[in-house]
């Protein structure tokens, strides 16, 4: 068989799937929190026709290695952390995060596991529990929910530092908690597990250890009302989207091409 009907294969197989990640960042391109996708791709192993020979101070010349392509892989898909646009809700309990820190959120009950996330469309339950929309805990600076009672405090703030203070029904303020926050050394190392939730990894933080810290001490701060929305770039994702529909085509034209040719060989016997 010809060696240009595997890469065009190869090829297909490559563009499909990152038409794959290029529509998955448009389906989400209104998801509070979202980071984008990208794909990479890398050449396959190539085919040694002949070697390299060295040259001989004036006698005979080197010669370059005479390889032929076997088409391409993937070669990863990473992650794109930069911050998307912020969006104005007037919402106390809405937070975005100026910097790269996380928010740390919890399922509760018995399971102890924690997930870092970037949506902060924060609200607060019927006891008063800082909740996401799927009911997990919001955790402070020191890994407990965050519980602004509603009998206790007839409202609250939240400060750039993650402060949440709250107002008595006498009109004092008490500091009720601190926002936790998660710095991540490598934040492409993150696993996506849904519902705008990272899981570490060992290659997002050494042994997929972390610490839950205040926001000035993840370099970070908080802006209460605000939402930080996906980062998805429409206009740069349609370019791409063409670019892989063009590339996805050329490299059927291989196949087509190929199996012309191959098809003028079999003919050759009538």
Known sequence: MLRSLYSGVSGMRGFQTKLDVIGN???NVNTVGFKKSRVMFQDILSQNVAGVTG????????TNPKQIGLGTSIASVDVIHTPGSPMTTNLVSDLAIEGDGFFAVSPGGDDETIYLTRNGSFTRDALGQLVTSQGMFVLDA???????????????????????????????????????????????????????????????????EFEIVTPPEANSA???????????????????MIVAQRGFQANSRIITTSDTILEELINLKR
Do not use: C, H, Q, W
């Open 25 to 27: 960042n448009i389906a």
């Open 55 to 62: 040259p001989e101070d004036g006698e005979v010349g080197g």
């Open 142 to 208: 020191g890994g407990a929910p965050i519980v602004i009672s509603r009998e206790e405090y007839v409202s609250y703030s939240i400060g750039k530092n993650g402060v949440i203070t709250g107002t008595t029904p006498d009109g004092e303020t008490e500091e009720i908690a601190t926002i936790g926050m998660v710095m991540v050394s490598n934040p492409g190392g993150l696993k996506k597990v849904g519902n705008s939730l990272y899981e570490v990894t060992a290659n997002a933080n050494p042994d997929g």
């Open 222 to 240: 908080i802006i209460s009302g605000m939402l930080e929305m996906s980062n998805v770039d429409l206009t740069e994702e349609f370019t791409e």
